[in-house]
C-alpha cells in the first residue's frame, strides 16, 4: 500500500495488519491534557507492553488521530495550542470515535455549538455505526461506580462509539 499524503488520512481496509482507526474528537473547550492523554494511551497500546517485556517497541493496535470540525488549530480552554491532524470530513471512517471532556461551566447553554461535529456523528450512526455499550443509570458503564457518580447520572469515563 502506498504512503498516505502528508496531512491526508486513507482508509487501510485492504491492509491486512489494519489498525483501528480512532479519531480523538477535538473542541475548543477540551483540555489538553485529556486530548493529548487520550492520544497516547490509544497510540501506547500494543507498542508499550513489548517494550517492557523486551526492551523492543511492538506496533502500535490503533490509528489514533486528532479531528476537529475544520482540521485548523486552535488553542484549547487551557490556552494550549492544539494541531489536529484532519478534519471530521477528510477522516477516513472511524472504527471508534473518542470524545474527550468538556470544559464547559455546569447549566451551560451549549444550544447551537457543536453543530457540525453532531452531524458527522449522526451520519456516522444512520450508515450503521451503533453508539457505546452501557449505561450509568443501568450500571453497566465502564468508570466512576460511585453512589454520588450513579445519583447525579455522571461518571468518569472514556465514552466510546463503536463502529462495527
Known amino acids: 500500500m502506498a504512503p ?3 496531512g491526508r488520512l486513507v482508509n487501510s481496509m485492504t491492509d491486512s495488519n489494519r489498525k483501528l482507526v480512532i479519531p480523538v474528537l477535538a473542541l475548543p473547550e477540551s483540555t489538553a491534557s485529556t ?3 487520550m492520544y497516547e494511551m490509544l497510540e501506547s497500546a500494543g507498542r508499550d507492553w ?3 517485556i523486551g526492551g523492543k517497541p511492538g506496533e502500535s493496535v490503533f490509528r489514533p488521530v ?3 470540525a475544520t482540521g485548523k488549530g486552535f488553542r484549547c480552554s487551557n ?3 492544539v494541531e489536529p491532524r484532519t478534519s471530521i470530513a477528510d477522516c477516513p471512517r472511524p472504527d471508534i470515535v473518542a470524545i474527550p471532556d468538556l470544559t464547559v461551566l455546569p447549566g451551560e447553554n451549549l444550544a447551537g455549538r457543536y453543530l457540525a461535529e453532531i452531524d458527522w ?3 456516522l450512526y444512520a450508515s450503521g455505526a ?3 455499550q452501557g ?3 443501568a450500571g453497566t458503564s465502564t468508570g466512576d461506580a460511585s453512589p454520588e457518580a450513579r445519583a447525579r447520572r455522571g461518571s468518569t469515563e472514556i465514552n466510546l462509539l463503536n463502529f462495527d
Request: glycine share 8%.
Open 130 to 132: 451503533t453508539n457505546r
Open 79 to 81: 490556552g494550549l495550542w
Open 35 to 37: 486530548l493529548y492523554g
Open 66 to 68: 486528532i479531528a476537529s
Open 50 to 52: 513489548d517494550v517492557l
Open 135 to 137: 449505561s450509568v443509570e
Open 121 to 123: 456523528l449522526k451520519r
Open 4 to 6: 498516505a499524503p502528508q
